[in-house]
């Protein structure tokens, strides 16, 4: 029940701007269960699925374009690449740190407010470049923010979205490429920890509730990236900050 309790949480939050690394850590606090960074990588391969759902079309470009030769297509996964290679590195680099950073609520909290700084200023900017006219040192940058949210509290998605939108990238420019740069990230982590993992009944009810809440989150963080109501994630983590103080 524990684990299928996670995966709600981890499909949720995963995509919506509130970082769902740090939920993870507060409420496997809250209910008193330590579960490895292995079931975790698990959980975050489901949600590489949910994405393909919302992402399919550009992925299918992609794909499609590298097999005819398409310039564009080859470009915009370059840049993919190149903004999954901060995450990589920095994920081997410190992957001690970043274990231990999961049993700290304080700096889980810390990072909780990095996360709500960023969501109550992404609503100020709305840029001019569409996906394609994402540039290699674009993808660079945004690949860096990406990297920080390895760190539990910080949102991937909020963090990518904001360094896209500081960039000059449209809304829905910078929320599909937040989106498919997830996906090597997501895909290779899961791909790399699920040996470890025993696979319970609980385990893979969680991977499915993970998929479903996913696509939900996913559909939430569309409406609201449109709407411009990051700022209400901001407010959220401020208070989810606290509790990480106080547990």
Same mark, same amino acid.
């Given at each position: !029940? *524990?684990?299928?309790?996670?995966?709600?949480? *981890?499909?949720?939050?995963?995509?919506?701007?509130?970082?769902?690394?740090?939920?993870?850590?507060?409420?496997?606090?809250?209910?008193?269960?330590?579960?490895?960074? %292995?079931?975790?990588?698990?959980?975050?391969? !489901?949600?590489?699925?949910?994405?393909?759902?919302?992402?399919?079309?550009?992925?299918?470009?992609?794909?499609?374009?590298?097999?005819?030769?398409?310039?564009?297509?080859? %470009?915009?996964?370059?840049?993919?690449?190149?903004?999954?290679?901060?995450?990589?590195?920095?994920?081997?680099?410190?992957?001690? *740190?970043?274990?231990?950073?999961?049993?700290?609520?304080?700096?889980?909290?810390?990072?909780?407010?990095?996360?709500?700084?960023?969501?109550?200023?992404?609503?100020?900017?709305?840029?001019?470049?569409?996906?394609?006219?994402?540039? /290699?040192?674009?993808?660079?940058?945004?690949?860096?923010? *990406?990297?920080?949210?390895?760190?539990?509290?910080?949102?991937?998605?909020?963090?990518?979205?904001?360094?896209?939108?500081?960039?000059?990238?449209?809304?829905?420019?910078?929320?599909?490429?937040?989106?498919? !740069?997830?996906?090597? #990230?997501?895909?290779?982590?899961?791909?790399?920890?699920?040996?470890?993992?025993?696979?319970?009944?609980? #385990?893979? /009810?969680?991977?499915?509730?993970?998929?479903?809440?996913? #696509?939900?989150?996913?559909?939430?963080?569309?409406?609201?990236?449109?709407?411009?109501?990051?700022?209400?994630?901001? /407010? /959220?983590?401020?208070?989810?900050?606290?509790?990480?103080?106080?547990?």
């Amino acid at each position: !029940m *524990q684990e299928i309790l996670l995966g709600v949480i *981890q499909g949720l939050t995963e995509f919506l701007p509130v970082s769902s690394s740090g939920h993870l850590a507060l409420f496997s606090r809250l209910i008193n269960f330590d579960p490895n960074v %292995s079931f975790f990588a698990f959980l975050h391969l !489901m949600t590489f699925f949910a994405v393909l759902l919302f992402v399919y079309k550009e992925v299918w470009f992609i794909l499609k374009g590298i097999f005819t030769g398409r310039k564009d297509a080859w %470009s915009l996964s370059i840049k993919i690449i190149i903004s999954s290679i901060p995450a990589a590195f920095i994920g081997i680099l410190f992957e001690d *740190q970043i274990n231990n950073a999961f049993s700290s609520l304080k700096l889980v909290g810390i990072f909780f407010l990095f996360t709500s700084i960023a969501m109550i200023l992404s609503d100020r900017f709305n840029g001019k470049k569409e996906l394609l006219d994402i540039s /290699y040192i674009d993808a660079l940058i945004i690949g860096l923010f *990406q990297a920080a949210a390895i760190f539990p509290g910080i949102s991937r998605s909020g963090f990518t979205l904001f360094g896209a939108l500081l960039l000059n990238t449209k809304k829905g420019a910078a929320l599909k490429y937040s989106f498919l !740069m997830s996906l090597p #990230v997501t895909f290779g982590a899961g791909l790399l920890e699920i040996h470890k993992v025993t696979f319970t009944s609980s #385990v893979i /009810y969680s991977g499915i509730a993970t998929f479903i809440f996913g #696509v939900l989150g996913l559909y939430i963080l569309k409406k609201t990236v449109i709407n411009g109501k990051l700022k209400y994630f901001g /407010y /959220y983590t401020i208070i989810a900050a606290i509790l990480s103080f106080i547990v």
